[in-house]
Every structure is written in structure tokens, then in C-alpha cells.
């Protein structure tokens, strides 16, 4: 009966148990920053991949999470755990409100993708002048490590932290591949006109994908706020993020519960290459995805997860 | 006469300055096959819209079961019970025959297997059950046309609109979809359909409302609706039936 949660189990089970294998702090970060990018493109994944609604902006919801989190504790003295929840239930709110605004109006394809940029660029204008996100100068949370204050000493904690942060997503992810919803989320993508012949409220459909899309997205970003301590509207707001959810899920496999994952490490990978090879030449590390995802669009456009299927052996040729 | 399961009453659709469908009526009997023909851009497929909540109309209404449902969306009038297939198929492209149709099943099943095995069924009846596994961008015309067919069935409908499914075919095609047709309704299912195919619709429905630049031209049986100088006239051209006429006595 649950069978089809047992794959994501066995995997996020290896993997939490990389930290008693592993003693390195460089092999730890590496995997932290990753499993984070995963999780911020898991959400991205869910609206974009399944449900074919493309945003440029999902720095909007990874950005409301991280600020949430940080502000609620540092101006409002909220307890931490209880800022991160919020900030995941502000991020899944923000992006309802943004899908009542943008999928109410018939927006789609390129025209969703440039509103979504939008709304992320007016966020971070507005966190950059506004006192209470500490404006230009930024946010800092104070420095308390302990389980209540949600900041870990040991690099391990973190790590398990923010993968079982990740295997949530993706168990949601995958108990919705295999419902309904998913099955209308998928017939919204791949045409909304016979989806509504069908029965499906597209509209509803989209709102609540982009409501657990906003949520999946803030919690990475409320975990960025909790691991480095440090916010201001460039890091939580900006490009960089939009980029990378997108280029996780696309790179990975667009539209699969493992490709967030896949693609997170093997970009992640990259650019600690390039910061090896190049140094910390500026743009080196968009040079470098933006030549992986022409590569990937070119050659593999269901990314890493359907190179993996083309060159399996087909069983059971039915049919 | 049965009675009525739906009604297109005083439909008028606009569009700009052209009057695509100018106050047509079509009562859709329960239980019957209803066929609707007529030239190309008559109308046939906008009010098949505006019966489906795709279209809306700019004076008229629509009555399924007595109730009025001219301002209800498409989904809900699917929940009520009323399926179309589209003339320029839809299907979705990247996935299976029996995810496709599964889309429509779940409608009536939420639970996936219930819906997976409701769609296999119907996949049956239409005959697309060796092809279940295949992307359907891959079928050809008449599986992509079985297809659509089979979506709109899954969903269970009372009222099922079929906008020219044996359009692309070839006869040997039609032949082998007829039966399934008369099958559907003989399941319970009220069939309105489209049709260019004269063969089919004769063989078909029990009555047929001609459709002639917007406006019911002529309404009957099979045999009555042929034999109509008026219906003759929109095919042919004006003049034509008097020509016909004047060739059978020649
Ligand atoms: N969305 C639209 N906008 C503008 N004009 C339209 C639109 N849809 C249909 N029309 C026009 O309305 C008229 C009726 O079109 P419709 O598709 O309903 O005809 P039809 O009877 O289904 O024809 P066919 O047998 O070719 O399918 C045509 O002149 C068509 O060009
Ligand atoms: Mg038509």
C-alpha cells in the first residue's frame, strides 16, 4: 500500500547516515547547502513541474520564510521553532495570495513567469528600505546555539535537520504523484482546457499547488535564516535563488520526486569546482549554469532522472 | 417523447460583428441520439460550447435536468454530468492513454487504483485497451479520436457532446466506431452529436437539427431531415433542391 513512499524512505535514510560515516565539515556544508537548494527547488518543482506554472520568482516565497523566521525572533522575541512554522505557513499564505492575483487574471506561461520575477524584485526593494527588516544594513540573529533557539552546534544536527526538512517535501511530493490531485495538477499542465472538460477546477488546482509550493520554498529559506544567522534583501530576495530552484528541479528532472535532489548536488558540485578552477572571478558561477542548463535543455530535457530512464532497459515493453 | 434531459434555448453567440449561433434551440431528449449538422462554420461548435460552459452566450440559456446552468463553469457542469470531446483533439500530450483517461475517472473516483481501473474499463468499450500504455502523442488520428472518447466517458456523463469523432477517419474506421456510439447509449448515456459524416448521423440518431449560418434551419428524423429543400439548399447552394428535384423527374 506504501509502497511508493518506500524509495524516498531508503534514500533519505542512506543519507542520514552520512554524518557517522563522514567526519568532514567541507563533505557536511557542501551537503547542507545542497539538500537546502533541494528543498527550495522541490517547491519550485511542484507548481513548475508538475503543474507547468513557471516562476522566475520563487526567491519571493525562500525570501518571506527566511525573513519571517528572523524577524519574528529578533523583534518580536518569538521562539524560534515556533518563527520557523510560521514562516512556512506565511510562505504557503503569500503564495496564495499571489495565485489569486495572477492565475484569477488567466496569466500563463511567460507572462506568470515575468509577474512572479516581478513580485520577488518588489520584495526585495521593499526589505531593503524597510526598518523592520533592518533595511540596507540587514538582519542578524544572535548567536544562542541550543535545540530551542533552533541553532545547532554540531554540523550534523543542521544537516539532519534540514534533510528531514527535505524528505517531507518529498514525501508530500510523491503521496500527491499518486492521488488525485496530482493526476489534475499534471492534466492542468498538459492542457487546461480538456482538464476543465474533465471536471478539474484548474483554478483550485493551481492555488493549492502554489500554496505548497510557496510553503516548501519558505522552509528552505527559514533554514538559510537559522543556518547563517544573516539576512539582507539580496541574500533572501534575490535572483540567485530564483535561479537555482528553477535550475535544481530542470537540471535533476523536471517533474519527478528525485530531481530537486539530483540536480542540487550536481550544481552544487559545479560550483565548488568553479570556485576551485576560477577563483571568485564574478559571474563565473552563472557562466557556468547557464551553460549546464543549454546543455541540459539541449540534450536531456527531462534532465538527469530521464537520462537515467533512456538508458535503462526497458522492462516490460507492454502494449 | 422522453423527456427532456437538456435544453439550449434562444442561444445567440457574438462574435465582434459576426453572429456565430443567432437564436438556436436544440432540446436534448433523454436517453435518445441527437445529431446536429450543417456547413462548415454553421455554429455547430460554439453552441456545442456554450452547452459545455465554454462559451458564453450573449442571450439565451442553457437547462440540464430542468435547472439553470448557463452561468455555471465547465467543471461544474462536468460534475453534473455533462462531458464534451473537442473537434481539434486535446489530448494531454505527455502522458499515457491511461493516465488520460484516468483524469476523467477521477472525477468520479478519488482513490487512484478505483480510478486506474475505472479507466481501463472504458478503454475497453472504445477499444483503445491495447494501447493503454503508449503516450498519447503518439496514437494516430483515430486513437487520438477514441481518445477523447474515452476521457469524456470516463467522467460518467449523462450527456455526452461528441463534436465530429469520425471526422479523419477512414470507412472501415467509422464502421468499427458506430456500434460503440449506439453501445454509449444504449449504457444510458444521452449522446449530442456533431457529424459531417452523413452515413453515421443517418444510421445514428433518432433526430437531427440542421444548423445553417447560425440558425436551426430544419429539425427531424433521419429520412425527414434529407428530404428537407432547405436543408439541401444550405449544403448545395441556393437553387439546388429544385435543381435535384428537377433531375429525379428527368
Ligand atoms: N473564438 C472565436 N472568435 C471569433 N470567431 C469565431 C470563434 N469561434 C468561432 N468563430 C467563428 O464562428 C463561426 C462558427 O464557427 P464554429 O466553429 O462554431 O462552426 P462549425 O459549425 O463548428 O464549423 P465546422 O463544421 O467547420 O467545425 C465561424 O465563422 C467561425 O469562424
Ligand atoms: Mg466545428
Redesign the interface.
Same mark, same amino acid.
Given at each position: 500500500m506504501r509502497d511508493h513512499l518506500a524509495p524516498v524512505l531508503i534514500v533519505l535514510a542512506l543519507l542520514a547516515g552520512v554524518p557517522l560515516v563522514v567526519d568532514s565539515n567541507v563533505v557536511l556544508n557542501f551537503l547542507k547547502v545542497a539538500l537546502m537548494l533541494a528543498l527550495a527547488g522541490t517547491g519550485w518543482n511542484l507548481l513548475g513541474g508538475y503543474g507547468g506554472q513557471f516562476s522566475f520568482g520563487h526567491a519571493v516565497f525562500f525570501g518571506t520564510g527566511a525573513y519571517a523566521v528572523a524577524v519574528l525572533q529578533v523583534r518580536f522575541g518569538i521562539n524560534a521553532w515556533a518563527a520557523f512554522g510560521a514562516g512556512i505557513v506565511l510562505g504557503a499564505v503569500l503564495g496564495l495570495a499571489i495565485g489569486w492575483l495572477t492565475f484569477r487574471a488567466g496569466l500563463r506561461g511567460s507572462y506568470f513567469a515575468l509577474v512572479t520575477l516581478a513580485f520577488a524584485e518588489v520584495a526585495r526593494i521593499i526589505a531593503s528600505v524597510w526598518p523592520l527588516t533592518g533595511a540596507g544594513a540587514g538582519i542578524l540573529i544572535p548567536l544562542r546555539e541550543g535545540f530551542l533557539t533552533l541553532q545547532f552546534g554540531s554540523r550534523a544536527e543542521g544537516y539532519w535537520f534540514v534533510l528531514a526538512l527535505l524528505g517531507i517535501a518529498m514525501l508530500i511530493v510523491r503521496a500527491i504523484e499518486? =492521488? &488525485?490531485f496530482g !493526476?489534475?495538477l *499534471?492534466?492542468v =499542465?498538459?492542457?487546461e @482546457?480538456?482538464? =476543465? !472538460?474533465? +471536471? *478539474? @477546477?484548474?483554478l483550485r488546482v493551481k492555488l493549492l499547488a502554489i500554496a505548497l509550493s510557496g510553503g516548501i520554498t519558505a522552509s528552505a529559506g527559514a533554514f538559510y535564516a537559522q543556518t547563517f544567522l544573516y539576512l539582507d534583501a539580496g541574500l533572501a530576495y534575490g535572483p540567485w535563488i530564483s535561479v537555482e530552484a528553477l535550475l535544481t528541479a530542470i537540471v535533476g528532472g523536471i517533474g519527478t520526486v528525485w530531481g530537486p535532489l539530483l540536480g542540487a548536488l550536481v550544481l552544487q558540485a559545479l560550483s565548488e569546482l568553479g570556485k576551485h578552477l576560477g577563483g571568485d572571478a564574478p559571474g563565473l558561477g552563472l557562466v557556468l549554469f547557464g551553460a549546464v542548463l543549454i546543455l541540459v535543455v539541449r540534450f536531456a530535457p527531462n534532465g538527469i532522472v530521464g537520462l537515467a530512464r533512456s538508458l535503462r532497459p526497458r522492462r516490460l515493453a &507492454? +502494449? | 417523447m422522453a423527456e427532456l434531459l437538456a435544453e439550449a434555448e434562444g442561444i445567440t453567440v457574438r462574435f465582434g460583428g459576426l453572429v456565430a449561433v443567432n437564436d438556436a434551440s436544440v432540446p436534448v431528449p433523454e436517453g435518445c441520439i441527437v445529431g446536429l449538422i450543417g456547413p462548415n462554420g454553421a455554429g455547430k461548435t460554439t453552441l456545442f460550447a456554450t452547452i459545455a460552459g465554454f462559451q458564453k452566450p450573449n442571450a439565451g440559456s442553457i437547462r440540464f435536468r430542468g435547472a439553470d446552468i448557463t452561468r455555471l463553469p465547465p467543471h461544474r457542469r462536468a460534475a453534473l454530468g455533462i462531458a464534451r470531446t473537442f473537434q481539434i483533439v486535446q489530448p494531454f500530450a505527455g502522458l499515457t492513454v491511461r493516465e488520460n483517461i484516468a483524469v476523467g475517472a477521477h472525477l468520479r473516483h478519488a482513490g487512484r487504483a478505483d480510478a486506474l481501473a475505472a479507466a481501463e474499463a472504458v478503454a475497453d468499450r472504445v477499444g483503445l485497451a491495447p494501447l493503454l500504455n503508449l503516450p498519447a502523442a503518439s496514437l494516430t488520428v483515430a486513437g487520438r479520436k477514441r481518445l477523447e472518447l474515452a476521457r469524456a466517458l470516463a467522467t460518467e456523463p449523462q450527456l455526452l457532446l461528441l463534436d465530429e469523432v469520425l471526422a479523419g477517419l477512414n470507412p472501415s474506421e467509422i464502421r468499427d466506431m458506430i456500434p460503440v456510439i449506439r453501445a454509449i447509449r444504449d449504457g444510458g448515456v444521452t449522446v449530442l452529436m456533431i457529424e459531417h459524416v452523413m452515413q453515421a448521423v443517418m444510421a445514428l440518431a433518432e433526430e437531427i437539427h440542421v444548423l445553417a449560418g447560425g440558425r436551426i434551419i430544419a429539425r427531424g428524423g433521419p429520412e425527414q431531415v434529407a428530404r428537407d429543400p432547405a436543408v439541401v439548399e444550405a449544403y448545395l447552394g441556393h437553387g439546388a433542391a429544385a435543381r435535384l428535384q428537377g433531375g429525379a423527374h428527368a
Amino acid at each position: 500500500m506504501r509502497d511508493h513512499l518506500a524509495p524516498v524512505l531508503i534514500v533519505l535514510a542512506l543519507l542520514a547516515g552520512v554524518p557517522l560515516v563522514v567526519d568532514s565539515n567541507v563533505v557536511l556544508n557542501f551537503l547542507k547547502v545542497a539538500l537546502m537548494l533541494a528543498l527550495a527547488g522541490t517547491g519550485w518543482n511542484l507548481l513548475g513541474g508538475y503543474g507547468g506554472q513557471f516562476s522566475f520568482g520563487h526567491a519571493v516565497f525562500f525570501g518571506t520564510g527566511a525573513y519571517a523566521v528572523a524577524v519574528l525572533q529578533v523583534r518580536f522575541g518569538i521562539n524560534a521553532w515556533a518563527a520557523f512554522g510560521a514562516g512556512i505557513v506565511l510562505g504557503a499564505v503569500l503564495g496564495l495570495a499571489i495565485g489569486w492575483l495572477t492565475f484569477r487574471a488567466g496569466l500563463r506561461g511567460s507572462y506568470f513567469a515575468l509577474v512572479t520575477l516581478a513580485f520577488a524584485e518588489v520584495a526585495r526593494i521593499i526589505a531593503s528600505v524597510w526598518p523592520l527588516t533592518g533595511a540596507g544594513a540587514g538582519i542578524l540573529i544572535p548567536l544562542r546555539e541550543g535545540f530551542l533557539t533552533l541553532q545547532f552546534g554540531s554540523r550534523a544536527e543542521g544537516y539532519w535537520f534540514v534533510l528531514a526538512l527535505l524528505g517531507i517535501a518529498m514525501l508530500i511530493v510523491r503521496a500527491i504523484e499518486v =492521488r &488525485r490531485f496530482g !493526476a489534475q495538477l *499534471v492534466a492542468v =499542465r498538459e492542457n487546461e @482546457d480538456a482538464a =476543465r !472538460a474533465l +471536471g *478539474v @477546477d484548474v483554478l483550485r488546482v493551481k492555488l493549492l499547488a502554489i500554496a505548497l509550493s510557496g510553503g516548501i520554498t519558505a522552509s528552505a529559506g527559514a533554514f538559510y535564516a537559522q543556518t547563517f544567522l544573516y539576512l539582507d534583501a539580496g541574500l533572501a530576495y534575490g535572483p540567485w535563488i530564483s535561479v537555482e530552484a528553477l535550475l535544481t528541479a530542470i537540471v535533476g528532472g523536471i517533474g519527478t520526486v528525485w530531481g530537486p535532489l539530483l540536480g542540487a548536488l550536481v550544481l552544487q558540485a559545479l560550483s565548488e569546482l568553479g570556485k576551485h578552477l576560477g577563483g571568485d572571478a564574478p559571474g563565473l558561477g552563472l557562466v557556468l549554469f547557464g551553460a549546464v542548463l543549454i546543455l541540459v535543455v539541449r540534450f536531456a530535457p527531462n534532465g538527469i532522472v530521464g537520462l537515467a530512464r533512456s538508458l535503462r532497459p526497458r522492462r516490460l515493453a &507492454r +502494449g | 417523447m422522453a423527456e427532456l434531459l437538456a435544453e439550449a434555448e434562444g442561444i445567440t453567440v457574438r462574435f465582434g460583428g459576426l453572429v456565430a449561433v443567432n437564436d438556436a434551440s436544440v432540446p436534448v431528449p433523454e436517453g435518445c441520439i441527437v445529431g446536429l449538422i450543417g456547413p462548415n462554420g454553421a455554429g455547430k461548435t460554439t453552441l456545442f460550447a456554450t452547452i459545455a460552459g465554454f462559451q458564453k452566450p450573449n442571450a439565451g440559456s442553457i437547462r440540464f435536468r430542468g435547472a439553470d446552468i448557463t452561468r455555471l463553469p465547465p467543471h461544474r457542469r462536468a460534475a453534473l454530468g455533462i462531458a464534451r470531446t473537442f473537434q481539434i483533439v486535446q489530448p494531454f500530450a505527455g502522458l499515457t492513454v491511461r493516465e488520460n483517461i484516468a483524469v476523467g475517472a477521477h472525477l468520479r473516483h478519488a482513490g487512484r487504483a478505483d480510478a486506474l481501473a475505472a479507466a481501463e474499463a472504458v478503454a475497453d468499450r472504445v477499444g483503445l485497451a491495447p494501447l493503454l500504455n503508449l503516450p498519447a502523442a503518439s496514437l494516430t488520428v483515430a486513437g487520438r479520436k477514441r481518445l477523447e472518447l474515452a476521457r469524456a466517458l470516463a467522467t460518467e456523463p449523462q450527456l455526452l457532446l461528441l463534436d465530429e469523432v469520425l471526422a479523419g477517419l477512414n470507412p472501415s474506421e467509422i464502421r468499427d466506431m458506430i456500434p460503440v456510439i449506439r453501445a454509449i447509449r444504449d449504457g444510458g448515456v444521452t449522446v449530442l452529436m456533431i457529424e459531417h459524416v452523413m452515413q453515421a448521423v443517418m444510421a445514428l440518431a433518432e433526430e437531427i437539427h440542421v444548423l445553417a449560418g447560425g440558425r436551426i434551419i430544419a429539425r427531424g428524423g433521419p429520412e425527414q431531415v434529407a428530404r428537407d429543400p432547405a436543408v439541401v439548399e444550405a449544403y448545395l447552394g441556393h437553387g439546388a433542391a429544385a435543381r435535384l428535384q428537377g433531375g429525379a423527374h428527368a
